[in-house]
């Protein structure tokens, strides 16, 4: 499926729950409730495991990470040419457990842009989310990291934070998609996420740690047509 809004990005993050086949089974129901309500479900496995989701599913697959390396010397770094050999059609940037310097972020985002990655930038407030529309992301993802992995959604506890940096955004690039994440587990945070102005979600253990995932995918899904 290709990467159309309003979307709902979920990373697998390094949960047991989300890694090897089970990021392929995850990727499997994704593919369902995409195909099923027409809403575009992406995924950002770890990079162990992008090759196999992305080969094993039609969904836009993103990476946790790339830097800003250029092919040749930098072991142990994650080369953007590489992301796409695995396939991968973008890649997540400066999310709160991997955060970025300005100008390393900066470095990182030109090198995705240079081989036709998509990009994610994370941010955690309007502020930082104003730094990164200037480098013109395809989204920025604002995220309060008090709220992540706790159940309690942005879009309902801190609805202001989102219309404050969706108004940022679209000031300083409106070509930037905003999207908003922390806390979202539901159908329901998801439909207050669009009505606030964003054009999708990104979320990780409400949908990688759920009973049933596909249920959960489903009455988001359903939510944001």
Known sequence: MKLTTPVIIVNLKTYKESMGDKAVKLAAMADEVSNETGVCIALAPQFTDLHRVATSSEVPVFAQHIDSVTPGRGTGSILAEAAIEAGAIGTLLNHSEYQLKLADLEASLVRAKEVGLKVCVCSNNQAVSGAAAALGPTFIAVEPPELIGTGIPVSKTQPEVVTATVETIQRINPNVIPICGAGIS????????????????????????????????????????
């Open 186 to 225: 539901t159908g329901e945070d998801v439909a207050a996420a669009l009505q606030l102005g964003t054009q999708g979600v990104l979320l990780a253990s409400g949908v990688t740690k759920a009973k049933d995932p596909k249920k959960v995918l489903l009455d988001m899904a359903t939510h944001a047509k």
